[in-house]
C-alpha cells in the first residue's frame, strides 16, 4: 500500500516570497509557475479582483466575474519556501494565500521526508505551521482511532491549541486568524505560531507514528 502523506504547510510571511503580500488585502486563490528562463521564473498569480493597486508586483493581464490573473517575473533559485519543499523531491501542488501568509500542498513520500520538508522550512522561515495532512489509502474511506496522550503537551500547548480550536482558527473558512487568536491569548504573533508549531509536531506524531515518544 502507499504511504505517502498529503500536506498543507502554512508559512507566514514568508522570505522571498512575491505572491504572500499579495494577499494582505485579499485571498491568493491559485499560484502557476513556469521553468526558468535566463535566471527568472514567471508567476501567474490568481486573486480575488479586489487586490489591486501600486504594492502588487507585475501586471494584471485577466479579469472574469471575481477573479484577476497577475504575471510577474522573480528570480530563480532564490531558496524560497516552494523550492525549498521541492528539494525534498515533493512538487508544490497548490498555492494559496491569506492575511500574508502563504499555505503549500505537497505529498510526501512517507512521515520522514515530511519531517525533514517542515525542519527545513523552520531553518529560514520564522513561522511554519502543519494545516492539515491526509494518509494515502487504498482501501477506501475508513475510520482509524487515534490515541494522543495530553500529558505530552504542556499546559501552554494545550491552551493554544484549546483557544485556536475555540475561536475556528482551524475552520474553513477561518473564525478567527493567527493574529486574533494570539490577542485571546495575549502573546505576540510568532509566540501563538512557536507553541501551535510544537503542539502540532506532537499532534503529528501521535497520528502518524505510535512509537514516537512526544518530546
Known amino acids: 500500500m502507499a504511504e505517502g502523506i ?3 504547510v502554512a508559512v ?18 491559485s499560484v502557476s509557475q513556469g ?25 494584471e493581464i485577466f479579469s472574469y ?4 490573473i497577475h504575471r510577474l517575473e522573480r528570480q530563480a533559485d532564490q531558496d524560497c519556501a516552494c523550492e525549498r519543499v521541492e528539494a525534498h523531491g515533493c512538487p508544490v501542488r497548490n498555492v494559496t494565500a491569506a492575511g500574508g501568509a502563504v499555505k503549500l500542498s505537497f505529498i510526501a513520500e512517507d512521515l520522514g521526508v515530511l519531517r525533514s520538508v517542515v525542519a527545513d522550512l523552520r531553518e529560514t522561515e520564522e513561522a511554519v505551521t502543519v494545516r492539515s495532512l491526509r494518509r494515502s489509502d487504498e482501501n477506501g474511506p ?7 496522550d495530553k500529558s505530552s503537551f504542556t499546559a501552554r500547548q494545550r491552551e493554544v491549541l484549546r483557544t485556536a480550536h475555540r475561536l475556528g482558527y482551524f475552520e474553513r473558512p ?4 493567527a493574529e486574533q487568536v494570539a490577542t485571546e491569548l495575549g502573546v505576540a504573533p510568532s509566540t501563538f505560531a512557536e ?8 499532534l503529528m506524531a501521535a497520528l502518524f507514528d505510535p512509537t514516537a515518544d512526544g518530546n
Not at 507566514?12 to 486563490?29: F, K, Q, T
Not at 527568472?40 to 507585475?58: I, L, N, Q, R, W
Not at 475508513?142 to 494522543?148: L, N, Q
Open 6 to 8: 498529503l500536506a498543507t
Open 12 to 29: 507566514r510571511e514568508p522570505n522571498c516570497c512575491p505572491v504572500a503580500p499579495m494577499s494582505s488585502d485579499g485571498r491568493v486563490r
Open 35 to 59: 521553468h526558468p528562463v535566463d535566471g527568472k521564473v514567471t508567476v501567474e498569480v490568481t486573486t480575488d479582483e479586489s487586490v489591486s493597486g501600486a504594492d502588487v508586483p507585475g501586471e
Open 65 to 68: 466575474e471575481s477573479e484577476a
Open 142 to 148: 475508513h475510520s482509524e482511532p487515534v490515541f494522543v
Open 174 to 177: 477561518k473564525g478567527a486568524n
Open 195 to 202: 507553541h501551535l508549531a510544537a503542539a502540532q509536531t506532537k
